[in-house]
């Protein structure tokens, strides 16, 4: 593949342009790389920090298991920035104060720009009014949200932390509502969660903080996740809140042995995401929701044979492919929940310049598993796909036995 050189300068130019200009809020690297000399790294992240009162561009790289983050002075940056650009990322995300721009380099190296202002954000221009409102609002010193790197000592949101502020609340809201919803606050005792593939934190903390603090609910948290480093570095900002009901393992969700009330996960990559909602099936969880990321398992078993050779116009792109690939997975996740006895919604999560993945799978354990309307749906649509989702493949043999027939 090879991209023309005058557009790729162009591209160049705007993305240093950018980043390096005020304003800037966040980027992100990511999708399979469109060159032949690929990187480990299958996203990079850059944001502006200040350390010692100085600003600077943090480059976080992640591979499949762990993240190295690295700071720069602007002054400094130029060369680790070019070495991200070359790589050509099939996707890139730049948000700014002023707005967003996509770019998105295809197979054979044609690359489109797209890009739209800054939706009017209420939390930032009503935040006097509307602060109440939300989970944890700004405006006041919240040692934790501090402490996580959102919140300045003063109480202001970091622009650089805006869109994982909001993200967090609102998650919180759809897990207030639903706890209150259940009436899990008469169980008599601590609810037991686990927040499934819970990288750096940010939500596991948030959930500790709203519910425990704020609430006055008495719950016992755990995060889990399969990298060492972020785990650490959990550890590390949970010790600094001296608090008994919150721990952290380095494992794979399935390894997890504790039952739990409520099963979360933001953005847990991929099969994790199958993972969590396994594990709240097997749990026979109250509750699970989980923001699903990443969806690459179903896009190679995708065939344009038998019933879906009249979808082959579409399938044959990929970028269709691939979005059709996403709908099919929570189309099975959700489907998956509903045979599993939960009542299920698939809603979206935040607005989109927040986050690309945002649509949420919310379950609350209502009914006896096995309805048959649901078990003939999820046979005919496999049927037609010609899938088998991983999922499927963690819920184990009675699972399969009752979709089978």
């Known amino acids: 593949m090879n991209i023309p050189e005058s557009e790729n300068s162009k591209i160049q ?8 200009s005020n304003g800037f809020i966040r980027a992100t690297f990511a999708g399979p790389q469109r060159i032949n000399l690929r990187s480990n790294w299958i996203r990079v992240v850059v944001r502006p920090i200040t350390i010692r009162r100085r600003l600077h561009l943090q480059f976080s790289y992640f591979d499949r298991r762990k993240n190295i983050v690295k700071n720069y002075l602007p002054s400094e940056a130029e060369t680790p920035l070019r070495e991200v650009i070359v790589t050509h990322f099939a996707g890139i995300h730049i948000s700014t104060e002023t707005g967003e721009i996509d770019i998105r380099i295809s197979k054979k190296g044609k690359i489109t720009v797209a890009r739209r202002g800054a939706a ?7 935040a006097h009014n509307r602060s109440k409102n939300v989970p944890l609002p700004d405006g006041q010193a919240d040692r934790v949200l501090e402490i996580m790197g959102i919140l300045t000592p003063e109480g202001r949101v970091r622009s650089s932390m805006r869109a994982k502020y909001i993200q967090i609340n609102e998650f919180l809201k759809h897990l207030q509502h639903s706890l209150k919803e259940l009436r899990l606050q008469d169980l008599q005792r ?4 686990i927040d499934c593939g819970c990288g750096l934190s940010y939500l596991t903390l948030a959930a500790h903080h709203y519910l425990n603090d704020k609430l006055k609910l008495p719950t016992n948290i755990l995060g889990v996740d399969i990298n060492e480093e972020v785990i650490r570095k959990s550890i590390e900002r949970s010790s600094q809140l001296r608090v008994g009901s919150l721990s952290f393992s380095c494992n794979p969700i399935q390894s997890v042995t504790i039952t739990a009330d409520v099963v979360l996960a933001l953005h847990a990559c991929d099969t994790a995401t199958d993972a969590a909602i396994a594990k709240a099936v097997q749990c026979n969880a109250h509750l699970l929701i989980c923001v699903p990321c990443c969806h690459s398992y179903l896009n190679d078993q995708l065939r344009t044979n038998h019933h879906a ?3 082959r116009p579409m399938l044959r792109h990929g970028i269709l492919r691939q979005r059709t690939a996403e709908m099919v997975t929570d189309a099975l996740r959700a489907l998956t929940l509903q045979i599993c006895g939960y009542q299920t919604e698939v809603v979206e999560f935040v607005a989109t310049e927040h986050t690309q993945r945002n649509i949420m799978l919310r379950a609350t ?3 006896p598993a096995g309805n048959p309307t649901f078990i003939s749906e999820y046979i005919t649509f496999k049927q037609f ?6 999922l499927e493949k963690l819920l ?4 399969r036995r009752m979709v089978s027939h």
């Open 13 to 20: 130019e705007l993305i240093f342009k950018t980043i390096l």
């Open 120 to 126: 009017k954000n209420e939390l930032t221009e009503h």
């Open 190 to 193: 601590p609810i037991e969660l």
């Open 309 to 311: 050779t009249i979808l």
């Open 365 to 367: 354990k209502r009914f």
């Open 385 to 390: 796909w010609g899938v088998t989702p991983y």
């Open 396 to 399: 184990g043999e009675d699972f």
